[in-house]
């Protein structure tokens, strides 16, 4: 799983089963701390390192105190099968009631962020058509958000959309994993949502203290 390079060895899940297959397979790679599940993650910091963790990310408090807020790691969550070049998809995420939306930009890559606009809570759009990148828009008071980094670009907003950490699978799936707090690098916000649960992934991705937890794991 990866936003820009298929996994390696690991079988991947059978593109024609249920979603929820999918899902659990998914789930049960993250959960077992696996050696694929570890190669996984670090190609999603590798990706989103460059691609994705640009700038940072605000959470406006009270209104969106869940998204980037957690400090457990989220189930992933497959966002949409397929994504184009200018396409965008709206979901929930880490919870049922967290807006979101993924959007492939023009020139492939792939970002995640809240839905809800920092100003008043407002359903922020997709605009393809506008800037050479398109724009995230909110229509209620003309607020206007980067598509790359989420940093408010115009409008009365006061702080950019927090970011939804977002790959994709070897079959194409796009799939929410993580969120961040604001100015929250991803590794880090990876290593505070794996915590202690999985310590050899922890280790992995050079988390403080995750040596020392995997050692006492094994004495
Ligand atoms: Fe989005 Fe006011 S609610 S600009």
């Known amino acids: 799983m990866s936003l820009t390079e298929p996994p390696a060895a690991a079988?991947?899940?059978?593109?024609?089963?249920?979603?929820?297959?999918?899902?659990?397979?998914?789930?049960?790679?993250?959960?077992?701390?696996?050696?694929?599940?570890?190669?996984d993650y670090l190609r999603i910091v590798a990706t989103v390192s460059g691609?994705?963790?640009?700038?940072?990310?605000?959470?406006?408090?009270?209104?969106?105190?869940?998204?980037?807020?957690?400090?457990?790691?989220?189930?992933p969550k497959k966002v949409a099968d397929r994504l184009a070049p200018g396409e965008s998809v709206a979901f929930r995420f880490p919870g049922d009631e967290d807006r979101a939306l993924a959007v492939r930009l023009p020139d492939r890559s792939l970002v995640g962020y809240s839905a809800v606009c920092t100003h008043l809570a407002c359903a922020v759009l997709w605009r393809e058509d506008r800037g050479a990148d398109g724009e995230l828009y909110c229509p209620c008071h003309e607020g206007v958000f980067d598509a790359r980094t989420g940093e408010v670009t115009a409008g009365p907003p006061p702080r950019p959309l927090p970011r939804v950490i977002l790959t994709e699978d070897t079959d194409g799936s796009v799939w929410a994993?993580?969120?961040?707090?604001?100015?929250?690098?991803?590794?880090?916000?990876?290593?505070?949502?794996?915590?202690?649960?999985?310590?050899?992934?922890?280790?992995?991705?050079?988390?403080?203290?995750?040596?020392?937890?995997?050692?006492?794991?094994?004495?």
């Open 11 to 39: 079988p991947g899940p059978d593109p024609d089963s249920a979603p929820d297959e999918a899902a659990r397979y998914l789930r049960d790679r993250i959960s077992a701390d696996s050696l694929t599940t570890r190669r």
């Open 177 to 219: 994993v993580a969120t961040a707090r604001p100015g929250e690098p991803t590794r880090e916000a990876l290593c505070r949502q794996i915590g202690t649960s999985l310590p050899e992934t922890a280790g992995r991705l050079g988390c403080p203290g995750a040596d020392r937890a995997t050692e006492s794991r094994r004495t």
């Open 51 to 75: 691609g994705l963790a640009v700038g940072g990310v605000g959470v406006a408090s009270g209104i969106l105190h869940r998204h980037g807020d957690s400090d457990t790691l989220p189930e």
